[in-house]
């Protein structure tokens, strides 16, 4: 096992919605290394001890990490979680435990693995990315356009830019029917946050052009935006463009 593979290049991306979970437990992607450890390994109890600390952490808090140390260098993980800013404690528990759930089932006995749901974000590593800017395209999706609504990219626009400079890690604003949203991963610094949000939502922008509504998730950080009210990411998003976006070096 190679303490210096990274995931963000080795990442299999898969997107479907599961509708038998609630809204913030959905699933929005998912990516694992392939490289393997072996079973019963160190890494393997290490990996299990991480994750157990990750779901008991989501309990009291909405954001954590960790590092495991072994008895060698290639057995140490590393690895986090972030809920959504507006969940309460018990709904980031219970994402968490999901996507930790997922992320054993999906990325078994791989050296790294990530999950995405809608209300909260989990991975883990054999090489630390903890406090490394990530703008590694991960998820985009961007509704139907029923032609140019002129009033609608305007507040777009507008309420974007207002977040772009906006502070904290977790953003969130409304300009007349457009409501958008914007969140990094805890461990970036205010400036690493802040460049991360601007290629979002740069990225956004101009891929899905005048859709009605968008997505841009990157490796650290993502950036959302719905022109209704109704679509206001407290329900799943139908249709659009699913594309999958793949890590390039």
Same mark, same amino acid.
């Given at each position: 096992?190679?303490?210096?593979?990274?995931?963000?290049?080795?990442? /299999? /991306?898969? /997107?479907?919605?599961?509708?038998?979970?609630?809204?913030?437990?959905?699933?929005?992607?998912?990516? *694992?290394?392939?490289?393997?450890?072996?079973? @019963?390994?160190?890494?393997? #109890?290490? +990996?299990?001890?991480?994750?157990?600390?990750? &779901?008991?952490?989501?309990?009291?808090?909405?954001?954590?990490?960790?590092?495991? +140390?072994?008895?060698?260098?290639?057995?140490? +993980?590393?690895?986090?979680?972030? *809920?959504?800013?507006?969940?309460?404690?018990?709904?980031?528990?219970?994402?968490?435990?999901?996507? &930790?759930?997922?992320?054993?089932?999906?990325?078994?006995?791989? *050296?790294?693995?990530?999950?995405?749901?809608?209300g909260c974000y989990v991975k883990y590593d054999n090489?630390?990315?903890?406090?490394?800017?990530?703008?590694?395209?991960?998820?985009? #999706?961007?509704?139907?356009? @029923?032609?140019?609504?002129?009033?609608?990219?305007?507040?777009?626009?507008?309420? =974007?830019?207002?977040?772009?400079?906006?502070?904290?890690?977790?953003?969130?604003?409304?300009?007349?029917?457009?409501?958008?949203?914007?969140?990094? &991963?805890?461990?970036?610094?205010?400036?690493?946050?802040?460049? *991360?949000?601007?290629?979002?939502?740069?990225?956004?922008?101009?891929?899905?052009?005048?859709?009605?509504?968008? @997505?841009?998730? =990157?490796?650290?950080?993502?950036?959302?935006?719905?022109?209704?009210?109704?679509?206001?990411?407290?329900?799943?998003?139908?249709?659009? @463009?699913?594309?999958?976006?793949?890590s390039m070096q």
């Amino acid at each position: 096992m190679s303490g210096t593979a990274k995931l963000v290049s080795l990442l /299999i /991306i898969t /997107i479907f919605v599961d509708p038998s979970h609630s809204y913030t437990d959905s699933f929005l992607y998912k990516g *694992c290394s392939q490289l393997k450890y072996a079973p @019963d390994s160190a890494y393997e #109890w290490n +990996v299990n001890s991480l994750l157990t600390s990750l &779901v008991n952490s989501a309990t009291y808090s909405s954001y954590n990490k960790f590092t495991i +140390v072994g008895s060698s260098p290639q057995d140490v +993980v590393y690895g986090l979680f972030q *809920c959504r800013g507006d969940l309460s404690m018990p709904e980031c528990a219970k994402c968490v435990a999901r996507a &930790v759930s997922q992320v054993g089932s999906f990325c078994s006995h791989s *050296c790294g693995g990530v999950v995405q749901l809608q209300g909260c974000y989990v991975k883990y590593d054999n090489d630390t990315f903890l406090g490394v800017e990530d703008k590694t395209g991960m998820r985009k #999706w961007c509704g139907p356009s @029923d032609g140019y609504d002129a009033e609608a990219m305007g507040q777009r626009d507008a309420v =974007l830019a207002s977040l772009a400079s906006a502070g904290g890690p977790y953003r969130v604003g409304r300009s007349g029917k457009v409501l958008a949203m914007t969140q990094c &991963v805890g461990d970036l610094s205010t400036g690493q946050c802040q460049d *991360c949000v601007g290629e979002a939502i740069g990225q956004l922008k101009g891929v899905c052009g005048a859709a009605a509504y968008g @997505d841009m998730f =990157l490796g650290k950080c993502y950036a959302r935006y719905s022109t209704n009210g109704a679509q206001s990411f407290s329900k799943g998003n139908d249709g659009g @463009d699913t594309s999958r976006m793949r890590s390039m070096q």
